[in-house]
């Protein structure tokens, strides 16, 4: 369902300053991309990728920037469970390498090592989980 002109420039003041077939065609995009408009929280979601796009920001695309936009939102590596395994992963490297360069200054040696060994392992088991994750969504 898309919504009219009237309601959409109600919704976003700033897209009354475009030609009512520039709001239109950007309203043809955004549908054709498998969005749907919410007329009670007014903005367009999309079931398959679980994300909304709120009314306020719809003056900064045009139908192209929104299809670049949509592409990198599409993309299964940049949305969810990817994402979030790779932050971690340079979390914990960072992690490491702070511990190694300072962790023996203020940690007794022994504790130090299992603390590397340990922080290594999370490393490792982050990494595995990522590449795991990444295959399933090839797949």
């Not at 030609?19 to 979601?45: M, N, P, R």
């Not at 990728?49 to 139908?63: A, E, I, K």
């Not at 511990?99 to 490792?124: E, M, Q």
């Not at 990494?127 to 990444?134: L, N």
């Amino acid at each position: 369902m898309k919504p009219s002109y009237e309601e959409i420039t109600e919704a976003n003041p700033r897209l009354k300053n475009r030609s009512k077939e520039d709001v239109e065609k950007l309203l043809d995009v955004i549908v054709g991309k498998g969005y749907s408009w919410d007329d009670q929280k007014k903005y367009f979601y999309n079931e398959k990728l679980g994300m909304h796009v709120r009314t306020q920001g719809l003056d900064l695309f045009d139908p192209e920037k929104f299809e670049k936009a949509f592409k990198k939102w599409s993309n299964p590596e940049y949305t969810g469970v990817a994402r979030t395994a790779y932050k971690w992963v340079s979390r914990l490297l960072i992690i490491f390498f702070l511990d190694l360069i300072l962790g023996w200054l203020f940690i007794p040696i022994k504790i130090w090592i299992a603390s590397l060994i340990f922080i290594g392992i999370l490393i490792s088991l982050k990494k595995d989980s990522f590449k795991m994750i990444r295959e399933k969504i090839k797949s």
